[in-house]
């Protein structure tokens, strides 16, 4: 917390052992899965990944590493809860 307010990395930590669906930028593609882990960069490690691709169920992935380049957080970013 920083002068009141609540870092956004904060809520991402808080989510890890959810299920969480990350959108990839411009390429129409969503991964869904657990959130095992995340560092101090937000690159995040799924397991149990589901591709999606223009909103249809497509490959199983398995455990992923995204690496995050830009992060970018969303309006809603500040509204997160956790799924069951």
Known sequence: MVNGIVLPIKKVFALVDSKITVEIKDEGRKLQG?????????????DETIEFVNNERGRS??????????????PR????????
């Open 77 to 84: 970013f500040s509204n997160m809860k956790k799924e069951a």
């Open 61 to 74: 992935l398995g455990t992923v590493v995204i690496r995050v380049i830009i992060f970018l957080p969303l």
């Open 34 to 46: 657990r959130l095992v882990a995340v560092d101090e960069y937000l690159n995040i490690h799924m």
